[in-house]
């Protein structure tokens, strides 16, 4: 048999030449020289496994995310070629690394977010060495983990003692459920009885800003926000936060 000292390629049509200098263990030469031609067959690079498999749930946030081919990839094609998106299209940035023992590619992302659904694209763009691309578009999806991480009151204004007409603004550490905030905040009196109030949130900032009514001048109150606060993934707060205050007196107009 004759093994070719170079790599074949794809799509290439070689010539094999059996020549009269071929000779036999008597040292007799070939009689009929013989020659025919071959041609590389083109075959499309396939996708043979993706971690995470397709349509996998609770996914870790810091999954790197590997491709197995069935042969070797022009890895030039793959910066172009390959993406990971969430479910809105935003992309994923990320370095992309590739093992040539295996033929696969391995993309880490700078950050996925919890609780997210994200598509894996390999596009036809991408190709093995001999040019040759996948035969059509392949998507796998998956989804990440919920975050397990409780949220915490981080500052809360103005501090005690407070005037008649004050707003308390509540900082939190992440992003909270707004309705979760509105339901369960509340403002007491010193007998226990709920002070009518509005809640407003700002969720770029993490800032729940609370209104009351005019409140009563020399009073005790207590601001209460209750584990039943959630942030956005529904996990409750570290612990049942409750802030004592005191009124100054109310400003009495004189004319």
């Known amino acids: 048999r004759c093994i070719p000292q170079q790599i074949v390629i794809e799509g290439r049509t070689y010539t094999v030449e059996v020549t009269g200098n071929l000779r036999d263990t008597a040292g007799n030469h070939l009689a009929n020289p013989y020659s025919w031609e071959f041609t590389i067959a083109r075959i499309p690079p396939q996708v043979l496994s993706v971690t ?3 349509n996998t749930g609770n996914v870790s946030v810091g999954q790197h995310i590997t491709i197995q081919f ?12 390959m993406l990971v998106a ?8 990320g370095t992309i690394e590739y093992d040539e023992d295996t033929n696969t590619v391995t993309f880490i992302p700078y950050r996925l977010e919890y609780f997210t659904e994200y598509t894996i694209i390999v596009s036809q763009t991408v190709t093995d060495r001999a040019a040759v691309p996948l035969q059509e578009e392949w998507v796998s999806t998956f989804k990440t983990m919920q975050e397990d991480i409780k949220p915490e009151v981080v500052s ?22 707004e309705d979760s905030l509105i339901e369960y905040i509340a403002l007491k009196d010193m007998y226990g009885n709920e002070v009518p109030i509005s809640v407003d949130y700002d969720n770029e900032i993490y800032v729940c800003t609370v209104t009351t009514r005019a409140l009563i001048g020399f009073y005790e109150y207590t601001l209460e926000i209750p584990t039943e606060v959630t942030d956005i993934h529904g996990n409750p707060l570290v612990q049942h936060y409750t802030f004592q205050y005191n009124t100054n007196p109310a400003t009495v107009n004189t004319v």
Not at 70 to 81: A, H
Not at 86 to 91: E, K, L, T, V
């Open 52 to 54: 995470p498999p397709n």
């Open 70 to 81: 069935s042969e070797p990839i022009d890895v030039n094609t793959l910066q172009k070629g």
């Open 86 to 93: 969430d479910n809105s299209g935003i992309h994923v940035d």
């Open 156 to 177: 809360i204004t103005p501090v005690n003692p407070i005037n008649v007409d004050t707003l308390f603004q509540i900082v939190f550490s992440e992003a909270m459920d």
